[in-house]
């Protein structure tokens, strides 16, 4: 009886001591964790979050309480009408293969009620655990924003173009800021001018100065270049020293203010805190 017991200790001993093919389950987890983003847009965030969650999964979002369970996952979710898209950059599973983690960078686009689309970025850390049918699936999600990477930004940005009609461009900017009550920025550069890439990108990171100029401002730029000097439009207003140079115009298209950029830097870069005094101003 002794060697029976012994004979099966042994086979459960060895059963709990069976290797782990680590490599083969962290790829398992990135796949899983690839899968859940793909699954999201095609179902929508909300069905996929409770489609991969274990019965006991928590939620910590950023600057709210705890999310505790499939019901108030699915009920957190309710209403959700973002696009959000994920990427898995590393995974590591326990040495017993039953659990593991995923980090990586996510990209929220919602859409407003004009019909303008807005896109918000950060990173995000999910734990899983191994089911008993062998699936991942998540115990744990946090995330949190982080800045647009600058290659976005750049894509972004309204771009200087030689082509367009200054004269006609400004006209139409002077309609609309009687009818919106806003002042008119004229932001004057070309796509040659490595410091007009800079700000654009710097104005753009930053939500609230990107938002008072927004609110504040009709934007207008002004090319100026090789191709195209405008120089019957520039002629209006004093003289340029440098690129990018901003002039900020009444309803009226009546010059108010004419601003050297380069003293709104600092350490060779553009300084938050002299941008927003300046905006603000008007």
């Known amino acids: 009886m002794k060697k029976i017991f012994l004979f099966f200790l042994l086979i459960i001993m060895a059963g709990c001591m069976q290797k782990v093919d680590k490599e083969k389950e962290i790829t398992s987890l990135l796949s899983t964790d690839t899968e859940f983003s793909d699954f999201a847009l095609e179902n929508g965030v909300g069905a996929a979050f409770v489609e991969y969650a274990d019965t006991n999964a928590v939620m910590l979002p950023a600057g709210g309480s705890p999310v505790k369970g499939i019901e108030q996952v699915k009920a957190g979710f309710e209403g959700y009408k973002s696009i959000l898209q994920w990427k898995p950059e590393f995974a590591d599973v326990s040495a017993s293969g039953d659990l593991g983690y995923t980090w990586g960078k996510y990209v929220s686009t919602s859409k407003d009620d004009d019909g303008n689309f807005h896109k918000s970025y950060g990173k995000y850390l999910s734990v899983w655990k191994k089911q008993n049918d062998g699936r991942w699936k998540w115990v744990l999600d946090i995330g949190n924003s982080n800045p647009a990477p600058e290659s976005e930004l750049e894509s972004d940005r309204v771009k200087f173009d030689p082509a367009a009609n200054a004269a006609e461009d400004i006209q139409a900017a002077i309609i609309e800021a009687k009818n919106s009550g806003k002042k008119i920025l004229l932001d004057v550069g070309g796509e040659w001018c490595i410091w007009c890439h800079k700000m654009d990108i710097f104005i753009k990171r930053h939500q609230k100065l990107n938002e008072i100029i927004e609110e504040k401002f009709v934007v207008v730029k002004i090319n100026y270049s090789k191709e195209n000097k405008n120089e019957e439009v520039l002629s209006r207003f004093p003289e340029v ?40 101003k008007f």
Request: glycine letters at 8%; proline letters at 2%; hydrophobic letters at 30%.
């Open 241 to 280: 020293g440098g690129y990018p140079h901003i002039f900020i115009l009444d309803e009226n298209g009546k010059l108010i203010h004419s601003q050297n950029t380069a003293e709104l830097e600092k350490n060779k870069a553009y300084d938050l805190d002299k941008f927003l005094e300046y905006v603000n």
